[in-house]
């Protein structure tokens, strides 16, 4: 992972392009999940989240898949 992304917190689009994904997966992804994987931040209710979860989810191999 860049330097830049090291603890920092993510958009949706932002957080789509480190795990190297469409930014629609990751939104189905999201929200299929009931809104708990990855594990988000929120800040002024806007959506954020943590690189150290995206890596968790890298990390245990969790899909994110487009459908065929």
Same mark, same amino acid.
């Not at 830049?4 to 603890?7: F, I, N, P, S």
């Not at 002024?44 to 954020?48: A, F, N, P």
């Given at each position: 992972a860049s330097d830049?992304?090291?603890?920092q917190?993510?958009?949706?689009p932002q957080?789509?392009?480190y795990l190297g994904i469409k930014d629609h997966?990751?939104?189905n992804a999201f929200y299929r999940s009931n809104k708990t /994987?990855?594990?988000p931040t929120y800040i002024?209710?806007?959506?954020?989240f943590n690189t150290s979860e995206l890596?968790?989810?890298k990390? /245990?191999?969790?899909?994110f898949r487009e459908k065929s």
């Open positions: 830049v992304y090291k603890r917190l993510l958009t949706l957080a789509a392009e997966v990751l939104h /994987e990855p594990d002024r209710r806007r959506l954020y890596d968790r989810i990390n /245990e191999g969790i899909a």
